[in-house]
């Protein structure tokens, strides 16, 4: 098992600050690699709060004696005094990060970000959370002057990070269902053609990200990958209903370079065109 872990004194010890705004005892990184799972069972919980970020694959947890699986991208936290049961299992390839800390203000901030009515919360998939973890660590390591103020800090922000993209995700699902309909009439229509995602989320009055994160949400792929897999089935069904030849194929579905539709099909499908023309 990986384990990249941090605590404020030399081993786990369970902090429960009534003084300071926010204090950190411990934090880390888990990801299971040759052991087939791993259970934590605290029937009667910490005396401090942890939550904890799935980064990774998939992960178990046990509320009011109910199972409930969290995928990349959620957060779980558990409360003071609440009884702790969660496992993950190898084969769903699980990176979980986690912090314990108390303070006066830990409560007030987990309810603003919407701890008050659920254990788990989707706050989507992002590179920063696990940046956020990590750098949390190396502080706890290292111990370097004012590192206390510097994990105040780091905590605060991912919070604000955390708040910030339960936001923008609660945005997305009241996107207009239509816009994304036409979207996706568009790129069916149009994947013939170089399409520039840029042009596009502009004459639709919206920013390159901004669209790209409502499309992903909405498709569950970026608009890029939505057009590669449009071309790519209709590559498929060329090969295997017509007599074109293969660079023909390409320059139909969208890529005028032959070579460069090859290496996008196999990278795809794991097979060459002529490969899966010949099957």
């Given at each position: 098992?990986?384990?990249?872990?941090?605590?404020?004194?030399?081993?786990?010890?369970?902090?429960?600050?009534?003084?300071?705004?926010?204090?950190?005892?411990?934090?880390?990184?888990?990801?299971?690699?040759?052991?087939?799972?791993?259970?934590?069972?605290?029937?009667?919980?910490?005396?401090?709060?942890?939550?904890?970020?799935?980064?990774?694959?998939?992960?178990?947890?046990?509320?009011?004696?109910?199972?409930?699986?969290?995928?990349?991208?959620?957060?779980?936290?558990?409360?003071?005094?609440?009884?702790?049961?969660?496992?993950?299992?190898?084969?769903?390839?699980?990176?979980?990060?986690?912090?314990?800390?108390?303070?006066?203000?830990?409560?007030?901030?987990?309810?603003?970000?919407?701890?008050?009515?659920?254990?788990?919360?989707?706050?989507?998939?992002?590179?920063?959370?696990?940046?956020?973890?990590?750098?949390?660590?190396?502080?706890?390591?290292?111990?370097?002057?004012?590192?206390?103020?510097?994990?105040?800090?780091?905590?605060?922000?991912?919070?604000?990070?955390?708040?910030?993209?339960?936001?923008?995700?609660?945005?997305?699902?009241?996107?207009?269902?239509?816009?994304?309909?036409?979207?996706?009439?568009?790129f069916n229509e149009a994947f013939s053609q170089e399409i520039s995602i840029e042009e596009y989320a502009k004459n639709q009055h919206m920013s390159v990200?901004?669209?790209?994160?409502?499309?992903?949400?909405?498709?569950?792929?970026?608009?890029?990958?939505?057009?590669?897999?449009?071309?790519?089935?209709?590559?498929?069904?060329?090969?295997?209903?017509?007599?074109?030849?293969?660079?023909?194929?390409?320059?139909?579905?969208?890529?005028?370079?032959?070579?460069?539709?090859?290496?996008?099909?196999?990278?795809?499908?794991?097979?060459?065109?002529?490969?899966?023309?010949?099957?």
């Open positions: 098992m990986y384990s990249y872990t941090g605590y404020l004194y030399e081993y786990d010890h369970e902090i429960v600050d009534s003084a300071n705004p926010l204090t950190i005892s411990g934090c880390g990184i888990y990801r299971l690699i040759r052991q087939p799972s791993m259970t934590t069972t605290r029937p009667e919980g910490r005396r401090d709060y942890q939550l904890l970020y799935v980064s990774r694959g998939k992960a178990f947890f046990q509320f009011d004696g109910k199972d409930e699986a969290a995928a990349a991208g959620c957060m779980v936290l558990y409360r003071p005094g609440e009884p702790q049961h969660y496992y993950y299992y190898a084969e769903d390839a699980p990176e979980v990060c986690w912090i314990h800390f108390s303070g006066t203000e830990a409560s007030d901030i987990l309810d603003k970000i919407g701890f008050s009515a659920a254990h788990i919360l989707d706050c989507g998939i992002q590179r920063s959370y696990a940046e956020f973890f990590r750098q949390i660590v190396q502080e706890l390591q290292l111990k370097r002057p004012c590192f206390q103020e510097c994990l105040y800090l780091s905590l605060r922000r991912l919070f604000v990070e955390i708040h910030r993209n339960i936001l923008e995700l609660l945005q997305v699902s009241h996107l207009n269902q239509k816009e994304m309909e036409d979207t996706i009439h568009y990200c901004w669209f790209i994160r409502c499309f992903k949400r909405y498709m569950g792929m970026t608009p890029l990958q939505y057009i590669t897999s449009i071309r790519i089935n209709k590559a498929k069904d060329l090969l295997k209903n017509t007599d074109f030849t293969i660079q023909e194929i390409g320059s139909l579905v969208g890529y005028e370079n032959p070579l460069y539709f090859s290496r996008i099909f196999r990278k795809q499908t794991g097979r060459s065109p002529s490969c899966y023309r010949k099957e």
